[in-house]
């Protein structure tokens, strides 16, 4: 067992480039990573992964991974699964978007405002989620946990 | 003979750090070949800085003291100075870092070497320089900062 | 009606690099080139889809990577492509130095300036393609 630093989250999102809900996956993880959480999570990068990436396939071997996926076809908590272990939460886009209604959302390219809000909903959920897997009290997900990170 | 291996993980980020080299603070390797010294970025320093675009050393003949400029190292976060960890004379140069900069990140303690001094003061040199469990130590605390910025 | 060439972007999550490769993809198959090529999601070529196997099976593609790590085109190399080019927004930057792009969400200028000049290197790519009459 290798000396393991600090317990953080690993967020895993799809590349998504496909549906515009792939690029709400990407924009979420980046808030929760850069402003909401930034002591607590690091991001894994699906395609790095999936070419081998040591560093990737480690930290999701150790650590609490949430696997954030835009559609159901759900490629970053599947390929966590294969490549290293089971991710501890999963996040779908396309569900959370069905349970707000929020309607059309832009492209894959742009996100219209709507889309800019689900981005900022699916970062509530993953940060809920990382609270839990850090056994953390809960606290409102929209106030940083004191430092942004670059 | 196989060089032992000092690993340094912080978050996602493994370092590694050969225990036979010797390091300077500013995260340059050296490798004593008698009276030469063959230097790169450690690890951890072409971590940190990113991809590098560029690597271009001093040319052969210049004289630097230690913490002259040795090289000058771009990558697509931030150009750098690289500080001589030794004192002496560039006797060569690493050519193949033109059509190919990423060897200093792909492999930056073999391929991806920049340059070899003759060394004025070899004794003078080592002891100037940290054994890889120090620098690792160092790199640690740095490490560490970097991830809380 | 000639095959699309099938475009694959890193899209990495890490770097600004794979957001610039990312970001090109889309001014080549929605600017550039729209009736000539197709973005095709690395995630689902990787992970056996069979739908994105279809597009890239026996035709053309192009990995577009952001680093040397060349994601794209390891993951094309298993693919079934009849022939992967490759480029890296990497060895763009190089042809254009000074250029220091930042940002993953939202790229900053330089960044944008390095989507666009790896978009155009692409679109060259799939003109060379087109005039050997390279589609399936």
């Not at chain 1, 690993?10 to 990407?26: D, K």
């Not at chain 1, 999963?90 to 981005?119: F, H, P």
């Not at chain 2, 120090?134 to 490490?143: E, G, T």
């Not at chain 3, 900053?108 to 003109?127: F, H, Q």
Request: glycine letters at 8%; hydrophobic letters at 40%.
């Amino acid at each position: 067992m290798p000396n393991l630093p600090r317990k953080k989250v690993g967020l895993i999102s799809c590349s998504g480039e496909e549906l515009p809900e792939g690029t709400v996956t990407r924009r979420a993880v980046r808030k929760v990573l850069e402003t909401l959480r930034p002591d607590d999570t690091v991001t894994l990068c699906l395609p790095l992964f999936l070419a081998g990436g040591e560093g990737e396939r480690a930290f999701a071997r150790y650590y609490p991974t949430i696997a954030v996926d835009g559609c159901n076809k759900r490629c970053a908590a599947l390929a966590t699964e294969k490549y290293s272990a089971k991710p501890a939460a999963s996040i779908v886009v396309t569900d959370v978007a069905k349970e707000s209604g929020c309607g059309a959302i832009g492209t894959a390219r742009r996100l219209n405002e709507k889309g800019q809000r689900l981005a900022e909903t699916v970062a509530e959920k993953i940060v809920e989620e990382t609270d839990r897997l850090l056994k953390k009290k809960p606290r409102a997900a929209g106030r940083a946990s004191g430092r942004e990170k670059r | 003979m196989i060089d032992k291996i000092l690993e340094l993980a912080v978050d996602k980020f493994l370092f590694r750090f050969p225990a036979g080299l010797f390091y300077s603070d500013a995260g340059i390797w050296v490798r004593f070949e008698g009276s030469r010294a063959r230097i790169g970025l450690s690890d951890f320093t072409q971590q940190r800085n990113g991809d590098v675009a560029f690597a271009e050393p001093k040319e052969e003949g210049t004289q630097v003291r230690l913490g002259d400029e040795v090289a000058v190292v771009e990558t697509i976060k931030v150009n750098l100075s690289i500080p001589s960890p030794v004192g002496g004379k560039v006797v060569e140069v690493n050519n193949d870092l033109l059509p190919s900069p990423e060897l200093v990140n792909q492999d930056p303690y073999g391929k991806g070497w920049l340059a070899v001094l003759e060394v004025e003061d070899g004794e003078a040199a080592r002891g100037a320089l940290k054994t890889a469990a120090d620098y690792l130590a160092l790199a640690k605390v740095q490490a560490e900062a970097e991830v809380r910025r | 009606m000639k095959r699309k060439i099938s475009v694959v972007p890193c899209s990495g999550i890490g770097k600004s690099l794979g957001a610039a490769a990312r970001e090109a993809a889309f001014i080549l198959a929605e600017d550039l080139r729209p009736d000539k090529t197709k973005i095709v999601a690395l995630s689902l070529l990787v992970m056996g889809d069979e739908e994105a196997k279809r597009e890239v099976v026996d035709g053309e593609a192009i990995a577009i990577d952001g680093c040397k790590l060349e994601c794209a085109a390891k993951g094309l190399a298993c693919s079934g492509a009849a022939k992967v080019h490759k480029l890296a927004v990497f060895d763009v930057v190089r042809r254009h130095r000074g250029l220091k792009p930042e940002g993953v969400c939202d790229l900053n200028e330089d960044g944008l300036r390095l989507a666009r000049a790896t978009a155009d290197e692409a679109a060259k790519i799939v003109d060379e393609v087109d005039a050997e009459g390279g589609h399936a």
